[in-house]
């Protein structure tokens, strides 16, 4: 179902190398980061972060929370996401000692343990298992719910699209790529207020074959 859109989305943007991060540690961080606010507040954040060389989770278990309430102010909601860093960062060094222990291991188990931290929503947590812990996890976001409505004319649920895309997609490369271009997409194009005008799907998008 969605090879096809893949390989359009493709043709276009190519491959993003999505996420934007350097480590595995900065990845997380941005995943709580980036809720509510923009990657750019969030890109402050953690150049500041990286400054003080507190961009590690075993860092955030050392620093206390008035320190990175003033670190992470940019990224908004200050006060709450830095009680959710903390106790995430504490919650995985305590059970795995790293993220690298995280890596391959029972799926669901580590699934279901993300799922039950602090501030963790379901795409916060598909984040998470498919950029920082590379498992084959698809991120449903606002962006890919838009923009698969509108391009299929139907509403999807989260659970139809992880499963046609993980379904799909075999490799954790794709899977991220797919998620990159949505977002890119969703900046560039298919905004709140499309512009099928310019967009380069709209002979095959069915909202935009009608404007
Ligand atoms: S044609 Fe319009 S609705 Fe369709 S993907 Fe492009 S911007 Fe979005």
Redesign the pocket.
Known sequence: MFRNLYNLLYAYYGNLKWWPSETDDETVIGCILTQNTSWKNVEKAIEKMKSEHIDTLIEITRTDNEKLKDLIRSSGFYNQKSRYLSAVARAIIEKYGSLENMKNQNHEEVASFISGLPGVGNETMESIMLYALDYPVFVVDAYTFR?LK??YGKDFSRKEIRAHAEEEFHGIDELKNFHGMIIN?GKD???KT???KS????SN?L??KN?
């Open positions: 923009f509108r391009y997409l194009f298919c905004k499309p512009v099928c967009c380069f799907l709209k998008c909202y935009g404007q």
